[in-house]
């Protein structure tokens, strides 16, 4: 996560759907978003490789975008 810590004014234009303030929103939890779609694979040779699985950080994303407007804190 960005070292800069997330304003309530911010999150609360977030929750009442201001695309801006979803993108900062993504935008800070980036980091934290990429260590979930993490992925480690064994290649034919037998070494791991390690790679942010795009489909999954977008299904994350998405799932996070879709619960902002049920936050009961902000409301």
Known sequence: ???KKLDYETAYRAVHGD???QM???A???SYI???ATRE???AD????RYVDED???KIQAGYLEALPKCKAMR
């Open 56 to 58: 999954l950080k977008a």
């Open 19 to 21: 695309h801006d303030a």
């Open 28 to 30: 800070y939890y980036d």
């Open 24 to 26: 900062k929103v993504l």
């Open 34 to 36: 990429n260590a979930l």
């Open 41 to 43: 694979e064994v290649t």
């Open 46 to 49: 037998g070494s791991m490789v």
């Open 1 to 3: 996560m960005n070292e």
